[in-house]
């Protein structure tokens, strides 16, 4: 079950050589570079438009359509982001049964996360570890 998780992460962002065996191998690998089009392969993948997508990575959406554009490497800390928001959206699909109602939960308000939505939270590196908590409560039948 783990390794088809990291399988998923690593079909929606496209890198086909490498291995992902633990969020740990996500520093390695952002370390050595992952192309900007990643970017674009987990839009179309999640059905998120270039708006929402530059918010999660909290950058402007003309930023975005330069990197997209010039498709280079991007730096390692938006490459960690992407793929633990990868992660996160894999997961919250695996917990939600299927991607529309993962969305729909994505843009409620929910009080164990203060009554934020976790959409927004997305966009901070404490907010993905929150958002992944409640998640794993909704997955273990605890209320959230």
């Known amino acids: 079950m783990i390794k088809e998780h990291y ?14 065996q633990s969020s ?3 520093i390695q ?16 993948k999640f059905n998120l438009n270039k708006e ?9 959406e003309p930023t975005l359509y330069r990197w ?12 960690v982001k992407l ?3 990868t992660d996160v959206f894999i997961y919250g699909v695996e917990v939600f049964k299927n991607k529309e109602n993962f969305i729909k939960w994505l843009r409620l ?12 939270l997305l966009e901070y590196p404490t907010g993905i570890s929150k958002v992944r908590d409640v998640l794993g409560r909704i997955e273990h039948g605890i209320f959230s």
């Open 24 to 26: 740990f191998d996500y």
């Open 109 to 120: 308000p929910n009080t164990s996360l203060g009554g934020m939505e976790p959409l927004e």
């Open 29 to 44: 690998l952002a370390k050595r570079g992952i192309r900007a089009n990643s970017i674009a392969n987990f839009s179309r």
């Open 52 to 60: 929402a997508t530059a918010s999660l990575l909290d950058i402007s």
């Open 83 to 85: 793929l633990e928001i």
């Open 7 to 20: 399988k998923k992460v690593r079909g929606v962002i496209g890198v086909k050589q490498e291995t992902i």
């Open 68 to 79: 997209l554009k010039n498709n280079k490497n991007l730096d390692r800390n938006f490459a």
